[in-house]
DNA sequence: GTGAAAGCGCTAACAA
DNA sequence: TTGTTAGCGCTTTCAC
């Protein structure tokens, strides 16, 4: 590996030049600049992130925390990031934490060290040594005083898709969600719902708890069993209306004639593109570029927002 | 941020004593350790990480490089690797390439500058510059000369279902699937099929082409109109297989009766079960950790082999 | 304009 | 056993 020295020795100028050269910062001679183009060349001279890095305390790499990255939304999410962090100069490491407190104490210690810039955060635990200081942005997640957070409107869309249950006829509207361990903007999903409902004077008719991994249909059986009279479901996420649409096919129940599904996400929905699920999107790419924005301005010490509301699509499908 | 030196001072001792205690490298006195291990503790000193790989030449992080980590199966394996690499001690950058040649040629300054140790390829793109020399391992993909590769037995495993669609009564077995743009493992499935059907005497009836992302459900459209009486398919992918499914909906052929799927990866289903379909199942635990395993045996200078063959699974669902 | 020199925080060889 | 010292490759004053 040939090193700036070398390259100063074959060009026949100072060491300095030939940082000055790289990092465009101060004067270098077009004759010397020449010089240095050539012995860079000749030798295929790459500076080292490295030695940079610890020279001007910053590696140009962000951590993303996730739950999990194999899940439909957090891989979206994290495509996006790693997108817009890239065009912004800087490499994503990845972080799947499976919740293991183990794997934040290393994230912070990298934090510490300079190993990375900064943190997105995208997962369940609440972190109490997070304080304010550290560069770090959540996204759905409230993790502490003063950590900004990017969220979309789970209350309102969430509202708006109800509305557009009960406008279409459905008097008895049901909710299927997971409950969030922590505080989180996911729970204005299962609020809107009460809310919806109170004011229109409807039964609550819901199905709210931590949800093991693989036991989504359970949930749902158990859901329809006690609630057989339902007519219209909201479901939290893509799995668990896909799950309800499995109920309602193999108990002959006509989707949307006597059941109106609603999801929340629409994540999945792009790949297998059925069924067709009337949904609430989450702008997942506007979400991204966000987190990016607000991150990179905390990093370089500009202003930025505390929270950032993006705005969700409503798409209708063949589900209502 | 505390320094080696400051805690050298407070504890009143040589910079490299603390070292040596950090490192279990050398002696160090009992009373001296308890000395350090108190100044440490009192400036909440962490060592940074970034001057240590500028001496030791190692940063303990790879990339990975996945075409986008936006989909089943590569972040299913991302999963994987990360949890892999962080068990011996590795952070994962994760490079979703878009088969951009730019972010390729990044990769490759980050190796030769030692911000990474090493590299995992599951991409679409040859890279003449990718010589063996550099600490790489692909999945699936054929480089170049020298370096390793991770696959499942694609050829036999795909041999396999189609024998068992072939005794399940299936006369007319199509295949579908995209065709990979590279020299590429997943070809097998491709040559699997062309053998079997050659040797049974079938009909080949292939759809295989380079299918734009979206345009999944007009290929398989296209092959049943001109395919109409086929009753067995392999589709090379779970997206395809569930465009397969859909379309038999949608025209009324009954499933599994009238016309049998199997389907390749089996990695959706995992997400929303529905339907059951009979699958060929990549072990990608096992390949993640494959992958893992070769690529630091070559960062440490270990032996390691040129090509590590992961079996497959053969699912029973009720698409056939 | 330019280059020598002083670090960034750490490791390791070497002298004490 | 310990501390001093010379780098790792780069950036950045600061004299020349």
Redesign the interface.
């Known amino acids: 590996?040939a090193t700036i020295k070398d390259v100063a020795k074959r060009a026949g100028v100072g060491i300095s030049s030939v940082s000055r050269y790289l990092n465009n910062s101060g004067y270098v001679s077009e004759e010397n600049k020449i010089k240095i183009e050539q012995a860079i060349c000749e030798l295929n001279y790459?500076?080292?992130?490295?030695?940079r890095?610890?020279k001007a305390r910053h590696?140009y790499?962000v951590a993303?925390f996730v739950p999990?990255?194999?899940?439909?939304f957090?891989?979206?999410i994290?495509?996006y990031i790693?997108?817009y962090l890239?065009e912004r100069g800087y490499?994503?490491?990845?972080?799947?934490s499976q919740n293991n407190k183990q794997?934040e104490i290393e994230l912070l210690?990298?934090l510490?060290?300079?190993?990375v810039d900064g943190a997105i955060f995208i997962t369940h635990h609440y972190y109490e040594k997070m304080n304010s200081k550290l560069p770090l942005v959540t996204i759905d997640r409230h993790l502490a005083e003063g950590v900004p957070c990017i969220t979309s409107d789970n209350y309102q869309s969430t509202f708006n898709a109800l509305e557009f249950l009960y406008q279409s006829g459905c008097k008895k509207i049901g909710f299927i969600g997971g409950q969030p361990r922590t505080e989180s903007e996911v729970l204005y999903r299962y609020y809107a719902y009460q809310e919806f409902v109170h004011e229109r004077d409807l039964p609550s008719i819901v199905s709210y708890s931590d949800i093991p991994h693989g036991e989504?249909?359970e949930v749902v059986r158990a859901f329809f069993e006690n609630n057989p009279k339902t007519d219209g479901i909201f479901a939290a996420s893509d799995?668990l209306a896909?799950?309800v649409?499995?109920y309602a096919t193999a108990h002959n129940i006509r989707v949307p004639e006597e059941l109106k599904i609603i999801s929340y996400d629409g994540i999945?929905s792009e790949?297998?593109?059925?069924p067709d699920f009337t949904c609430v999107k989450q702008n997942v790419e506007a979400m991204a570029k966000a987190a990016v924005d607000v991150l990179l301005r905390r990093i370089k010490g500009k202003p930025y927002d505390k929270k950032t509301v993006i705005p969700c699509t409503f798409v209708k499908g063949k589900t209502t």
């Open positions: 590996m790459k500076p080292s992130y490295i030695a890095t610890l590696a790499m993303l999990t990255i194999s899940h439909p957090f891989c979206k994290a495509y790693e997108h890239y490499k994503t490491v990845i972080i799947s794997k210690q990298m510490e060290q300079n190993q989504e249909y799995m896909n799950m649409y499995q999945i790949w297998i593109q059925y």
